[in-house]
């Protein structure tokens, strides 16, 4: 069935460095591939998404790229600051709906 | 984007009795999802909720537990019903906008604690 594997469940990294989460899926049809950033006591914000007919995708410091023969998608936080600290989601879209996976926690020391 | 809000914010409510969710958007919605985020843990789907038909549920969840109303394109809601404290959870409502693609946002939740 559908499922989405999420890694690492926890990340802990130093002001300024970078940050990698990495996700794969399970169904080859996905063609939809969301990440979404949750602050404590709020709701899922989408930060970034990514197309199956695309391989990568920049917004200023953070890039998702995907490949699509190994089936996984990875998000890249550059230059982290305190305020990039929160639960990260990865996602596939299969079908009609978002399959989510387990989430990241990153912690960005200062 | 589009306004999603979501009442109540939140609730506590005692073990046998039942809540109602509402969901509004004030833009044209294609699609409209129900989700639930226990503590600490990922965001599983409940149902998309369907404009005037039977909401379709995903597995694990049933009609008489989590009825679903979607009377027009922009408003549905959730019932929780015959709660139990297993179903302290956070309730989110998601859409896909009209000529949106397949971006889903999120309305801002509703905390529910059952006693």
């Known amino acids: 069935g559908e499922n989405v594997e999420q890694h690492p469940s926890t990340l802990s990294v130093q002001e300024g460095d970078s940050a990698v989460i990495k996700c794969t899926y399970s169904?080859?049809?996905?063609?939809?591939f969301p990440w979404y950033k949750q602050e404590l006591g709020k709701r899922p914000q989408l930060i970034i998404d990514?197309?199956?007919?695309?391989g990568e995708k920049k917004d200023q410091r953070i890039a998702v790229t995907l490949n699509k023969t190994a089936k996984h998608f990875s998000l890249h936080i550059t230059e982290t600051q305190p305020e990039d600290s929160a639960v990260y989601f990865c996602?596939?879209?299969?079908?009609?709906?978002?399959?989510f996976g387990a989430g990241t926690i990153l912690r960005v020391k200062s | 984007s589009a306004v999603i809000s979501q009442k109540p914010s939140r609730d506590i409510c005692q073990r046998g009795t039942s809540l109602t969710i509402q969901c509004q958007v004030d833009?044209?919605?294609?699609?409209m999802f129900w989700y639930r985020q226990q503590p600490g843990q990922s965001l599983t789907l409940i149902a998309t909720?369907?404009?005037?038909?039977?909401?379709?549920?995903e597995s694990g969840f049933v009609i008489d537990k989590f009825p679903i109303s979607r009377p027009n394109l922009t408003f549905s809601t959730l019932t929780v019903s015959n709660m139990s404290p297993e179903d302290s959870s956070i309730y989110l409502c998601?859409?896909?906008?009209?000529?949106?693609?397949?971006?889903?946002?999120f309305g801002p939740g509703t905390r529910l604690l059952v006693l």
């Open positions: 998601s859409v896909i906008l009209a000529g949106g693609g397949e971006t889903q946002y």
């Open positions: 169904d080859s049809a996905s063609n939809y």
């Open positions: 990514i197309r199956s007919n695309v």
């Open positions: 996602a596939a879209f299969y079908g009609n709906k978002l399959v």
């Open positions: 833009s044209q919605v294609t699609m």
């Open positions: 909720a369907n404009q005037g038909s039977e909401a379709t549920y």
